[in-house]
């Protein structure tokens, strides 16, 4: 399987006064193209730092992605460190000329050298076309590995991915086809789910790995599958996807990779009923869900206490979070009043020490409980 690394070059991202979400795009893109990320760095703009990151990025794959350091200013070292990496020169691209050119008439601006700079770059360098900017792309076949070299601009860099460099990958490689299938679960533990389902995990073949993602108070299981044949694969994971399913079903809220409060929303938008919350404990996380999903504020009632919904006419929820009560537990009351049923569910809730997660666990589990019962309607 082939192997790839990306490197992003920049002060501004390791004084953190920007986000590198140029890497988190790029990984999940590479992957789902059939190649797998071992090596992911983020230098400074410096000759010495940049140098030190090819030699560790080239030794350890063979496809090389960097992101930034493109631009015409002195602090953009990507193109001559690169020129000088590969014992080459620079010299002006007629067509990355053109464009530029073409591109700043457009926007009623004149070419000064400085900006004629970006279109040099060295000879070995295939251009790869930025539509959308001035900064083009290079892409490097030295020594039987692959580097490409694209602007920092994310906007940018996403157009020339899609443009340019993923259709001379596929062409230039023979890839693996790498699928994905999903389990998102909430108030399990990991080490429970794990136990449930050893005796299932050891009967996976060696192209599927199950990776365990906890975090927030949902595990999210994520099977996956790497092979040649796209469609063998598919079945397989189906296989292993149906027997994995009833040892853990009980927990599941989705088999897509979402969030609890998109699953409810998804259910609760066919018939959109009143929310009425009670809500004495999650500090307002249950109510920034809810609206984060989509759910408009005017089908949203806040009140003081349960009781305030008692005479609200059908079709309604009510979600009651208590504080905590003596014997340490927390009660979460959900009611559901719709198409002429009523649907009642009670949970006591072990608080988690920490606030912050016991507030959030809360929200969650007001949510499941909200998705069952829409899903028995």
Not at 24 to 48: F, N, P, Y
Not at 92 to 104: M, V
Not at 304 to 322: H, L, M, R, Y
Not at 329 to 339: A, N
Request: aromatic residues 6%; negative net charge.
């Amino acid at each position: 399987m082939h192997k790839a690394s990306i490197l992003t070059i920049g002060d501004e991202i390791l004084l953190g006064q920007i986000q590198d979400t140029n890497s988190t795009w790029l990984s999940q893109t590479i992957s789902d193209l059939g190649v797998e990320v071992v090596v992911k760095l983020t230098v400074a703009d410096s000759r010495e730092a940049i140098l030190d990151a090819l030699h560790i990025c080239l030794e350890r794959s063979d496809i090389l992605i960097i992101t930034g350091g493109l631009g015409p200013t002195k602090d953009d070292l990507t193109k001559p460190i690169l020129a000088e990496w590969f014992d080459d020169t620079l010299e002006i691209r007629k067509e990355a000329l053109e464009h530029i050119e073409s591109l700043l008439q457009k926007r009623g601006r004149i070419t000064n050298e400085l900006i004629r700079k970006q279109a040099e770059l060295p000879t070995k360098a295939e251009y790869l076309h930025n539509a959308v900017g001035t900064a083009p792309g290079m892409w490097f076949f030295e020594k039987g590995k692959i580097t490409i070299a694209l602007p920092g601009v994310p906007y940018e860099m996403k157009q020339l991915v899609q443009d340019q460099a993923i259709p001379r990958l596929q062409k230039a490689l023979v890839l693996d086809s790498i699928q994905h299938r999903f389990f998102r679960t909430i108030g399990v533990p990991e080490t429970f789910l794990a136990h449930a389902i050893n005796a299932w995990e050891q009967t996976l073949p060696t192209n599927l790995k199950l990776a365990y993602l906890p975090g927030g108070g949902q595990v999210k299981l994520r099977l996956t599958g790497k092979g040649k044949d796209a469609q063998q694969l598919k079945k397989l994971l189906e296989t292993y996807s149906n027997t994995l399913m009833p040892l853990i079903q009980a927990h599941v809220y989705s088999t897509e990779d979402v969030g609890i409060e998109t699953v409810f929303f998804q259910l609760w938008s066919i018939d959109r009923p009143d929310i009425y919350l009670s809500d004495r404990s999650t500090n307002g996380r249950l109510l920034q869900l809810l609206v984060s999903a989509g759910i408009p504020v005017e089908k949203l009632k806040l009140t003081t206490n349960s009781n305030e919904a008692e005479n609200v006419s059908v079709p309604c929820f009510k979600f009651d979070i208590g504080e905590i009560e003596s014997g340490e537990s927390q009660r979460i009351t959900v009611k559901l009043m719709l198409h002429n049923k009523i649907l009642q569910e009670t949970i006591d809730h072990r608080p988690f020490p920490k606030i912050e997660i016991n507030q959030n666990m809360l929200s969650l589990l007001t949510l499941n409980i909200a998705r069952r019962q829409l899903m028995s309607i």
